[in-house]
T-cell receptor, first 113, second 115 residues
Framework: TQLLEQSPQFLSIQEGENLTVYCNSS?????LQWYRQEPGEGPVLLVT?????EVKKLKRLTFQFGDARKDSSLHITAAQPGDTGLYLC?????????????FGKGTHLIIQP | GAVVSQHPSWVICKSGTSVKIECRSL??????MFWYRQFPKQSLMLMAT?????????EQGVEKDKFLINHASLTLSTLTVTSAHPEDSSFYIC???????????FGEGSRLTVL
């Protein structure tokens, strides 16, 4: 069974600070997806990274896929209260669940104004 | 991105009753949809795979007679929680796979509270 270790599990920082969320595994994934989920809503896909070493930017969010496709990171610059939510990473294929995904446990992020 | 809609968003029911939750792919066809359960402050737990025109596949530990899944069309899957009890109270989420890209898009979730 593949595992995705996501860290930190909880993070509370002040508006304007930078932060990084990590997603690590000993297994190789064909791709990795990042989702953000707000309370009472379903996860919303932020990005999919496919190529080892790939870097994608979404405004103040920077996503990186490790060269070996075993790990990924999400970096947020100048965090805003609107960034508050649960961030989930999910690795695709190579022994994932029936939906093809192995989910991390999530990072609860709170940005205080 | 693709749109997946769930209904109802929240439901309160009495113990012993059955509740049906719908999951629709609004702008694409989905031969496969998935149902998840999420407890507070936890990640998603896959319950079952809903296959259009065939029986659902349940994950280990999920009671198929308790959680009935029907996928009658390429855009609709339903989850029925039968004889609901307070311990069934949870946030239920569906997802649908876009065939061409393999990406999953999630519904908004349905909050079930059983009194």
């Amino acid at each position: 069974t593949q595992l995705l270790e996501q860290s930190p599990q909880f993070l509370s920082i002040q508006e304007g600070e930078n932060l990084t969320v990590y997603c690590n595994s000993s297994s190789v994934f064909s791709s990795l997806q990042w989702y953000r989920q707000e309370p009472g809503e379903g996860p919303v896909l932020l990005v999919t990274v496919v190529t080892g070493g790939e870097v994608k930017k979404l405004k103040r969010l920077t996503f990186q896929f490790g060269d070996a496709r075993k790990d990924s990171s999400l970096h947020i610059t100048a965090a805003q209260p609107g960034d508050t939510g649960l961030y989930l990473c999910a690795g695709a294929e190579y022994g994932g669940g029936a939906d093809g995904l192995t989910f991390g446990k999530g990072t609860h992020l709170i940005i205080q104004p | 991105g693709a749109v997946v809609s769930q209904h109802p968003s929240w439901v309160i029911c009495k113990s012993g009753t059955s509740v049906k939750i719908e999951c629709r792919s609004l702008d694409f066809q989905a031969t496969t949809m998935f149902w998840y359960r999420q407890f507070p402050k936890q990640s998603l737990m896959l319950m079952a795979t809903s296959n259009e025109g065939s029986k659902a596949t349940y994950e280990q530990g999920v009671e198929k007679d308790k959680f009935l899944i029907n996928h009658a069309s390429l855009t609709l899957s339903t989850l029925t929680v039968t004889s609901a009890h307070p311990e069934d109270s949870s946030f239920y989420i569906c997802s649908a796979r876009v065939t061409t890209t393999g990406e999953l898009f999630f519904g908004e979730g349905s909050r079930l509270t059983v009194l």
